[in-house]
């Protein structure tokens, strides 16, 4: 049986589970059970906007769930938001996961940060981790946090080098400081590439409310402004709303570039795989396995844990055969590499 605990590891998921959250969204596909707080459960995942199937944020906390899963036997739990939740409704998403035993338990997204701070001060005995929000400091809480400029910063090297046009194009999902880390490195990793090229920025939204992160329409629309005005490489953070700057991408025969997970390995996005160059991924499955692990392990993870190019956590995916043989754009990336970790390269991050 499982303990109460807490440490870091890397990727797993589950299926669903079936879970009877009143006011709340919620998938599963496993039996849900008692509401004693037994911490005799697994790993338990309560997804950000977009929810499963985003092929991108959302799908790579999953992946981690079912690799814990996978591993370590035990019965886990997804749970998808609901439309214009509140803070209350994700805080009773997490105590009711704890309730029933479940540890540890990620919110998925820095949305969740009042929601995870209320739900582990009522539930010391079990180990909460949050993605993408680094402000939680209590015993039972990871703060599981990534340095997504440094993987900006390569994609816009890519980009540059890629580019025949000397415009390339950033869409931001949101406009808030996490998205803010993905365009600084971007361009910064553009200008240091050619200093003439230019880079069109642009973001969908003002607030995850109004779509930003889940609407492919508008990444599309947005795309296709920037194709407009000659960009022929967009990196798109934006979650679900990429998928709509990939088929865009795709049907004007340009280059897109993923975020989170390496999208060109997607099933969904199958059809534009051509046109993905390549993903600037983060380790959030390797992150919530990780913490899965620890806490199986008895030394449960706490405290800010971030994943960095030096770490292994981010950087670019490289399935695409174009990206991978091109031995000049192999160079390049690297070579930016080696120095963002030798501290030569400072990367902004806003």
Request: charged share 25%; hydrophobic share 40%; glycine share 12%.
């Amino acid at each position: 049986m499982r303990r109460v605990s807490r440490l870091t590891v890397a990727g797993a998921a589950t299926a669903s589970l079936a879970l009877a959250l009143s006011a709340c969204g919620g998938t599963s596909t496993e039996s849900s059970s008692s509401d004693s707080d037994g911490g005799d459960k697994g790993l338990a995942i309560a997804y950000d906007i977009g929810g499963r199937g985003d092929q991108s944020f959302n799908d790579a906390a999953f992946a981690g769930l079912e690799q814990a899963k996978k591993e370590f036997g035990y019965e886990t739990a997804d749970v998808e938001p609901t439309d214009g939740e509140t803070d209350a409704d994700k805080t009773q998403r997490l105590m009711s996961l704890a309730k029933q035993g479940y540890n540890p338990i990620v919110g998925v997204g820095y949305a969740y940060a009042p929601a995870v701070k209320e739900a582990a001060e009522k539930y010391p005995d079990t180990t909460f981790g949050i993605v993408d929000d680094a402000t939680i400091e209590a015993d039972n809480v990871a703060d599981l946090v990534f340095a997504e400029e440094e993987a900006s910063y390569l994609a816009g090297v890519a980009a540059a080098q890629k580019s025949e046009t000397g415009t390339v194009g950033f869409v931001g999902g949101v406009d808030n400081p996490l998205i803010h880390k993905f365009q600084a490195g971007f361009e910064q990793g553009v200008k240091d590439a050619d200093p003439k090229a230019k880079v069109i920025s642009q973001y969908l939204t003002q607030t995850a409310e109004e779509g930003g992160f889940s609407s492919p329409d508008k990444g599309k629309a947005a795309a296709e402004g920037q194709i407009e005005k000659k960009a022929d490489v967009i990196y798109a953070a934006a979650g679900l709303s990429g998928q709509g700057v990939i088929e865009a991408a795709a049907a004007n025969e340009i280059w897109a570039i993923g975020v989170d997970s390496d999208q060109y390995q997607q099933e969904a996005l199958a059809a534009y795989k051509d046109h993905i160059l390549t993903s600037a991924t983060k380790g959030v499955a390797k992150a919530v396995y990780n913490l899965a692990k620890s806490v199986e392990d008895g030394s449960p993870e706490g405290g800010i844990v971030r994943g960095d190019l030096e770490s292994g956590e981010i950087g670019l995916a490289d399935s695409n055969p174009e990206f991978k043989n091109d031995a000049e754009l192999q160079k390049a990336v690297e070579t930016a590499k080696e120095k963002i970790i030798s501290g030569e390269i400072k990367v902004a991050s806003s």
